[in-house]
């Protein structure tokens, strides 16, 4: 076959994730295409694969590893519910029928489904609590229908169908039935109509007209209806040729289910019954009426019809996020709550952060606003919170969250290899801005301190600010990450900036772009004096240098006397922080006679080889524990109480330019860290009296040694980083960062 690009299958829990598992394997037997198949939550898809079967379509945002052509499959939300529930009575899957219930962490499976294992340990705690000792099945088993469909949909269905509402990318295209629910069959050119960019079948669904033209909607209704016809259609959208597609659907015709016998559809337990649609057979009009007032959005986007129309009360767009009405109360239209009491009046300022990337109670855009909130609240000035659309509930509920922004700035919405991420940055600018616009109620006189994570940010905000024109408020930018570049040493000993990739130029392209009537109100900021310099250079603004908002979080008392030294490697793990020499640091240190112990912590999991390296070695060594999978506040808590040292084995030329928020965790916590020689987490490290532990070099041997001479003299370093503690809280913190921020423009504070 010709190079084609990567095919990705999309399901959700009974949206024919087994179907698609059976017809692609046939597929790709016949091609000679590899196939593989991920369950839970996924960062980072292997790049070998033809085919990629996503059972669970959790996704990060840079999960495309090459070009791709995907499809996701959907199927009416009702329907979802009630087969999850039919299913989960009588299925033998291992997480449904658990019965060991031991919340230690790390909580996995079958303790829980693949689809949490990403979910905070929090909530997975909570959840075995709320089992009550009984495996899920018994739970749905001992009750009737009516209560046992509303476990489920408290339950798993709940999170499968809050997992659709939160995805991030509009398809280009989809393949659906007409919306006329009363016409029994439909012929292919009624069940499929053309896209209107070619040949391929389908109908636009594009919100706000930002489309991903890889991306195709199928509907599995689309499938019962004429099966060939829908199977041709997908793999024509995956690139195949008439010839091949037509092939590709005489192979599948052996997994239609209109065309099994009895006894083949009686022996299939993933099959309930020929019927697709059995929720208006299970469901009572009042559960109807209940579901669609909940979930109407999620029906209606997936292109379905309601029965109650008139009873639900979610818009069919996209939500804007309110703020302060003539009411002065705080409050949006969609899925958040309220977010400020009715008796409490908003300050004559108002105070907006927002972030884009804001979405689970986990990770550095997490702790930057909880931070920000507290530091800003004893200022005086109470902190409204726009976060990303679909954020946890544990968000929306802490910090007062207000869903707002479609997509992650990060978002690739084209994997086209060579202007792909210019395509990119403008369709989620444009989003972003168009988001910010449907925000009311932000005044010229208030203050918005808005979190950018990408060119794309920068771009969509001071768009929207333009488009304001007298009545834009001021806003401080913060900028946080890394900017796309790398470090280099010159000959004479100066370290220099060089962009890798193209988010640098993107970065420059985002400055030049910003109006000059936007920068009279308009601040950059930072919290390292490495972005400050390279921030300046990319944007040709200024960017000042403000306090960093992390304060100590560990409860940790100190190490005691006689015990082993717990190492820790931690954190969102890949290539430049030195993951992959991991594996054989912690090899040859277990190798000593050191009292150690190693905790290994990767909030990704996206880096396999070293992460199954280090899970074969675990399993022989009892000192050494690896554990996977995004933590909440509480967890990451826990994660610095275990550790006594840190060790950042990140790649020295690209920190010689860049800073760590793990190397600021320890310095905050007052946990003595290892760090790469002449690099700016050196000179942090300096700058607060402990910069002492380094390795000259980003190798195995130099960071091994450099480990082994920190424990042989851990009483030395724990002094070092106690008094770094004391240096770090003196000027760093929630509220000395609020005041930094509100000093950007006096009047404010």
């Excluded at 009360?313 to 009715?342: E, H, I, N, Y």
């Excluded at 200024?542 to 030294?565: D, L, N």
């Excluded at 020689?677 to 490290?685: G, N, V």
């Excluded at 380094?694 to 001479?709: C, G, K």
Aim: one cysteine or more; a neutral charge.
């Amino acid at each position: 076959m010709p190079d084609r690009p990567q095919f990705v299958v999309c399901t959700y829990h009974k949206t024919g994730t087994v179907l698609f598992h059976s017809i692609m394997t046939s597929v790709a037997a016949r091609f000679g295409l590899r196939i593989g198949e991920y369950f839970g939550h996924v960062e980072r898809i292997d790049p070998t694969l033809d085919i990629v079967l996503l059972a669970h379509s959790l996704v990060g945002p840079n999960f495309a590893s090459r070009p791709y052509r995907a499809i996701r499959v959907v199927r009416d939300p009702r329907d979802i519910w009630v087969s999850s529930y039919l299913y989960h009575l009588r299925c033998r899957e291992a997480w449904c029928t658990n019965t060991h219930f031991d919340p230690t962490p790390p909580i996995a499976y079958p303790q829980v489904d693949y689809s949490f294992q990403h979910y905070p340990e929090a909530w997975k705690q909570q959840y075995l609590s709320a089992l009550g000792n009984r495996s899920y099945q018994q739970n749905l088993r001992e009750r009737d229908r009516d209560s046992g469909l509303a476990f489920e949909l408290e339950g798993y269905s709940g999170c499968t169908l809050a997992a659709i509402r939160g995805w991030q990318l509009p398809a280009g295209r989809s393949l659906w039935l007409p919306p006329e629910p009363d016409r029994p069959t439909h012929s292919p050119e009624q069940a499929i109509v053309r896209h209107a960019a070619g040949e391929l079948r389908g109908t636009i669904a594009a919100t706000r007209g930002l489309v991903c033209d890889e991306l195709m909607l199928v509907q599995l209704e689309s499938l019962r209806a004429d099966f060939d016809a829908a199977v041709v259609a997908i793999f024509s959208h995956f690139g195949f040729s008439q010839s091949e597609s037509a092939e590709a659907a005489e192979l599948a015709r052996v997994h239609d289910i209109a065309r099994m016998s009895d006894s083949q559809v009686a022996g299939n337990t993933h099959i309930h019954s020929r019927a697709v649609s059995k929720w208006r057979e299970v469901l009572s009009p009042e559960q109807v009426k209940s579901f669609e007032h909940r979930y109407g959005d999620v029906i209606v986007a997936l292109g379905y019809q309601l029965e109650f129309p008139d009873h639900s009360q979610r818009d069919t767009t996209p939500p804007p996020a309110r703020m302060v009405p003539p009411s002065d109360k705080l409050f949006t239209s969609g899925t958040s709550p309220v977010a400020t009491s009715p008796d409490t009046r908003s300050p004559a300022v108002k105070l907006i952060y927002c972030d884009p990337a804001l979405r689970t109670p986990a990770g550095h855009s997490f702790t930057f606003g909880r931070c920000y909130q507290e530091g800003f609240h004893a200022a005086g000035h109470p902190m409204v919170t726009l976060a990303q659309r679909g954020a946890d509930a544990s968000i929306t509920a802490e910090m007062q969250a207000l869903a707002a922004f479609r997509l992650c700035p990060s978002s690739r919405t084209s994997a086209d290899p060579l202007c792909g991420p210019t395509k990119s940055y403008l369709d989620v600018s444009q989003v972003i801005a168009e988001d910010l616009a449907a925000v009311n109620g932000i005044g010229r006189d208030d203050l918005m301190v808005f979190d950018a994570s990408s060119p794309a940010a920068v771009t969509g905000l001071t768009r929207w600010m333009h488009a304001r024109g007298r009545d834009c408020p001021r806003v401080v930018v913060t900028l946080h990450n890394a900017a796309g570049v790398t470090g280099r040493k010159s000959a004479d000993g100066k370290i220099e900036a060089v962009p890798v990739g193209s988010e640098a130029a993107l970065y420059r392209l985002a400055g030049l772009s910003i109006p000059a009537a936007v920068s009279r109100r308009l601040a950059f900021v930072t919290t390292y004096d490495c972005y400050a310099a390279v921030y300046t250079e990319l944007l040709r603004h200024p960017v000042q240098r403000v306090p960093h908002p992390v304060a100590a979080v560990s409860h940790r008392s100190g190490r005691a006397a006689g015990s082993p030294v717990v190492i820790g490697f931690i954190g969102a793990q890949q290539p430049r922080k030195g993951f992959g020499l991991v594996p054989e640091i912690a090899r040859r240190l277990l190798q000593t006679s050191l009292p150690i112990g190693i905790l290994v912590q990767d909030s990704f999991a996206g880096m396999r080889e070293p992460l199954a390296a280090l899970t074969t070695l675990a399993s022989t060594e009892p000192r050494l524990t690896v554990q996977t999978g995004p933590v909440d506040r509480q967890g990451w808590q826990e994660i610095l109480d275990r550790c006594d040292l840190l060790v950042a084995a990140y790649d020295q030329q690209f920190f010689r330019v860049n800073g760590s928020g793990i190397v600021t965790d320890a310095l905050a916590n007052g946990i003595p860290i290892i760090v790469p020689a002449e690099t700016t987490l050196a000179a942090l490290l300096h700058q607060h009296g402990c910069g002492t532990a380094t390795f000259p070099s980003s190798t195995v041997d130099a960071v091994t040694r450099a480990v082994a001479e920190a424990v042989e003299r851990y009483d030395e370093h724990c002094g070092a980083a106690r008094r770094g503690r004391e240096s770090w809280a003196k000027t760093n913190g929630p509220v000395a960062a609020a005041r930094g921020v509100l000093n950007c423009f006096p009047a404010v504070g």
